[in-house]
């Protein structure tokens, strides 16, 4: 059974990175599958952020381009959220997930 | 950016009440590999959203058949015959057609 987990500081001043891990267990990230952040704001809309691929590769979405980078690390099956400069707008519940599969999500609050 | 408008945003159902949401898009779903990549999710109170539906019409494993999903080109459609307690929450329909993915506004399913 694949599961994912999300870690990370629930709260980071305006200006700031945020970044959060996705711990992944029971499958290898490098064998297959786009690994994707996902968030929900506060109501019910979601954005998806973008993916870092099984090879590597990273397709953002373009509305947050300048400020987001995926990594991972392949030796701990980990990948990685970076997103700078946040604002209050960026408040919201940061999923990691590859659409069949999601962590429980982890709140993140932007505020002086 | 492909636009998904879910409707409604809201729906009110008894236990055994057969009903259907609504997902269309403004511009086709279906690939140049001929796939058509529109997903259902739901996501009950307090959970992370589970995948129900992908590819329009397939059912995720463990999910109940009494969730359907149809449709092609810009209208999609998922069905609950026969509304459960456990199926409250909020369900999104998602594609990954187009980059970015992106989702529907979400419809909230309660009791009536």
């Known amino acids: 059974e694949i599961q994912l987990q999300e870690s990370g500081p629930g709260l980071v001043k305006p200006s700031q990175s945020l970044s959060l891990t996705c711990s992944v267990t029971?499958?290898?990230?490098?064998?297959?599958?786009?690994w994707s952040w996902i968030r929900k704001f506060p109501g019910n809309k979601m954005e998806w952020m973008g993916y870092i691929s099984y090879s590597g590769s990273t397709n953002y979405n373009p509305s947050l381009k300048s400020r987001i980078s995926i990594t991972r690390d392949t030796s701990k099956n980990q990948f990685f959220l970076q997103l700078n400069s946040v604002t209050t707008e960026d408040t919201a519940t940061y999923y990691c997930?590859?659409?069949?599969?999601w962590g429980q999500g982890v709140m993140v609050t932007v505020s002086s | 950016d492909v636009v998904l408008t879910q409707t409604p945003p809201t729906l009110s159902a008894t236990i055994g009440q057969s009903v259907s949401i609504s997902c269309r898009s403004s511009?086709?779903?279906?690939?140049?590999?001929?796939?058509?990549?529109l997903n259902w999710l739901l996501q009950r109170p307090g959970q992370p959203p589970q995948l129900l539906i992908y590819?329009?019409?397939r059912l995720e494993s463990g999910v109940p058949n009494r969730f359907s999903g149809s449709g092609s080109g810009t209208d999609f459609t998922l069905k609950i015959s026969g509304v459960e307690a456990e199926d409250l929450g909020v369900y999104y329909c998602v594609q990954s057609t187009h980059a970015p993915w992106t989702f529907g506004g979400g419809t909230k399913l309660e009791l009536k």
């Open positions: 511009q086709s779903l279906l690939h140049s590999n001929g796939n058509t990549y």
């Open positions: 997930a590859r659409l069949d599969d």
């Open positions: 590819l329009v019409s």
């Open positions: 029971g499958y290898t990230i490098t064998s297959g599958y786009d």
